[in-house]
């Protein structure tokens, strides 16, 4: 098992977002996370690789326990890759050492063999030429695809998505889910929080609708879809899918 | 008798005295302005750190010295503390003054730096398993630059012209050395216009670097790309 999330409560003060949170991600599944705003979707991605701590539970990546203090978290994250909503590239730097930087300075790899993955990854999200270029001088789509390369660059073990095309213009949102799609296919293990339901459809092997902190429903993508049994995730579906 | 010597004047310009305080008058810039951006980074650390102790010193840190006159400090720091026991020489007390002076105020502008950095930016650093320092200096730094370089200079600026304080403790700089020559020839006028003109000779060099430097991380971040070796 990939990732294994058992009994997770996080409080922010005494506010309870996450309620006992029991799930896993098998290796070369595609688990989407879907959910109201302010459910505690994107809180509970952001705990896998610790980047939102937790009081109670345990999350395990890999068989690492991430809540541990002994765990070397930079190495841990360094193996999961991630995805965020406002893509958070580096506006300092260009697109190639963006993508180059923690290859560079995380995994130790020399300047020949960090380009030769970027330029490969690059080709890949059909950014090739663009290379030189600054974020600023790209698109959100187009930025949201090298924040995916530099998070493949480090060669991850699974991939968390938090709200990907959340921030895009809806012409953009396809070439993003294009290209993690053609992830998915190749097996990449991934977690994804998303309102794109078409799209987890035709890719999730696992539905989780979240509620007020709580999982409410985790099941078979065919299953979640064709019969809710319970009344909230049906109302949210209904909600939309209607428009 | 005359109002105005010309020739002292022209002398005084170009006297090895005076010019020995102006180069003094540079180096002690230099060098306080170095060692206080070294020590403002760290309390500008300390002021961010989640130790409750840290933040509280370097609070205090900042509050003692831009609370107090700068004219004092580096009397106190050379008359004061040899009652302790702690004796500087007048060129390490007047370094000291002003360098601790310096890095409360830089403290705050770098701060101010590092906290003009989105949050995203260092989840996003965190994400890709950079430690905390190396996204400090890759990521957070690098950023923090361009909003620190404005008020860094004009904190460069008031520099130059506050190094004159340290001619209260008898630090030889161009202050000090003009009013030595006043003692000795009684030109007052005449050497405070020289004075006069190498402050405003280092401070208009010092924009002209400034806006160099502006220019150079202002508006093309092309330049600061990911040519350092590991």
Known sequence: ?243 | MSFWRWSGFFDYLTNPFILGGVATTIWLTCVALICGLVLGFFIALMRRSGMAAARGMAWFYIWLFRGTPLLVQPIVIYTALPQLGIRFSVVQAALIGLALNEAAYLSEIIRAGIEAVPEGQTRAARALGMTERQIMRYIVMPQAFKVIIPPLGNSVNGLLKTTSVTSVISMEELLRRTQVLIQEQFMVLELFAVAAIYYLLLTTLWDFIQRRIERRFGHSSSSVALTEKR
């Open chain 1, 1 to 243: 098992m990939m990732i294994e999330i058992t009994g997770v409560t996080k409080y922010y003060g005494q506010f309870e977002v996450l309620k006992n949170c029991t799930t896993h991600v098998d290796k070369g599944e595609v688990v989407v996370v879907c959910g109201p705003s302010g459910s505690g979707k994107s809180t509970l991605i952001k705990c896998v690789n610790a980047l939102e701590p937790f009081q109670k539970g345990s999350i395990r990546v890999d068989g690492i326990e991430v809540s541990d203090p002994a765990t070397d978290l930079p190495d841990l994250r360094s193996r999961v890759g991630m995805v965020f909503q406002n893509f958070e590239l580096f506006p300092h730097l260009s697109i190639e050492a963006n993508i180059m930087l923690a290859q560079r300075i995380v995994l130790g790899r020399t300047e020949d063999a960090a380009r030769r993955q970027t330029i490969e990854l690059l080709d890949r999200v059909g950014l090739a030429d663009h290379a030189t270029k600054f974020p600023a001088q790209l698109s959100g789509g187009q930025q949201q695809r090298v924040a995916i390369a530099r998070a493949l660059a480090m060669n991850p073990l699974a991939m968390l998505f938090d709200e990907p095309t959340s921030a895009l213009d809806p012409e953009m949102i396809s070439e993003v889910l294009d290209v993690m799609t053609g992830l998915a296919r190749e097996g990449m293990t991934m977690m994804i929080v998303t309102h794109e339901m078409g799209f987890a459809r035709s890719v999730a092997t696992r539905m989780i609708f979240i509620d007020r902190g709580e999982i409410v429903e985790d099941r078979p993508t065919e299953d979640f879809f064709s019969h809710q049994q319970n009344p909230r995730t049906a109302a949210f579906l209904g909600k939309i899918l209607h428009h």
